[in-house]
């Protein structure tokens, strides 16, 4: 039987050299990108406003989960939003949150296209008007979002609506990309073997033109508001 030009192409794949078998090991440690002296809690959360802020972001703090849910409540009412896009309320770390939404006559949607209603979800969520998530980590030196999917983790909240609210906690805050992988490592790379992505989002979608004019909001949402709760 002659040879399929699919077994031809991963015949030549499976007889390939691996890359780079002459690559040095791993160092033992990195020297950061970025670095931070003080690591403090109140440290991280003042770096991670500054560098959020100056993308363009918004960073709102907050101390527990009544003025949390008070806060995305008030975020909610200026945008005015009837309909938002959100991760199961399980993995946003705000008790009581999706109550206090509904009760505000607000809908809320999980939205998943992994099934046969794909054309129907796609509909309904395509003039929704916020997407509410929690975050795996918030990046302090970079003003960044660590943000990884799978079941009840959705990507199309943070990336479908025009405004953007993620749901930090104090505990959350890293300080650089480095110490994040470190963490991961050391919990066996779980989020990266089990998780569909990793996201790293750094304030709201951006983008420039031929003549250098900075633009928001074109590939993603134009407005980032983060909500860190104490």
């Known amino acids: 039987m002659p040879t399929s030009s ?25 020297m950061p990108v970025t670095q931070l002296t003080d690591t403090s809690p109140d440290a991280l959360l003042e770096k991670f ?12 703090v907050v101390e527990g989960d009544q003025a949390a849910c008070d806060k995305v ?39 998943t296209l992994q099934d046969d209603s794909r054309p129907d979800v796609i509909a309904k969520i395509d ?18 979002l ?3 999917t799978g ?7 943070t990336v479908l609506p025009p405004v953007y609210i993620p749901i930090i906690t104090l505990d959350q805050l890293v300080p650089n990309i480095e110490a994040w992988l470190a963490d991961e490592r050391a919990d066996g790379m779980t989020k990266m073997r089990d998780r569909a992505n990793v996201a790293f989002i750094s304030g709201p979608s951006r983008t420039g033109d031929i003549e250098m ?9 134009g407005v980032v508001q983060a909500v860190v709760k104490r």
């Not at 399980?90 to 939404?101: F, K, R, S, W, Y």
């Not at 003039?127 to 960044?144: K, L, P, Y």
């Open 73 to 111: 409540l008030e975020l909610l009412a200026s945008h005015e939003a009837t309909h938002i896009l959100a991760w199961d309320f399980a993995h946003i770390p705000i008790n009581g949150l999706d109550v206090a939404i509904r009760d505000a006559g607000i809908e809320i949607t999980q939205p």
């Open 146 to 148: 660590a943000v990884s």
């Open 6 to 30: 699919r077994d031809r192409i991963l015949n030549k794949l499976r007889e390939a050299r691996r890359p780079f078998e002459d690559a040095p090991p791993r160092p033992a440690a990195y």
């Open 151 to 157: 079941p009840g983790r959705g990507r199309i909240p």
């Open 213 to 221: 004019e900075l633009i928001l909001g074109v590939h993603g949402p």
């Open 49 to 60: 406003t500054e560098m959020l802020v100056g993308l363009s972001g918004e960073v709102y």
């Open 127 to 144: 003039g929704a008007q916020v997407g509410i998530t929690g975050v795996d980590a918030a990046i302090a030196t970079t003003g960044t």
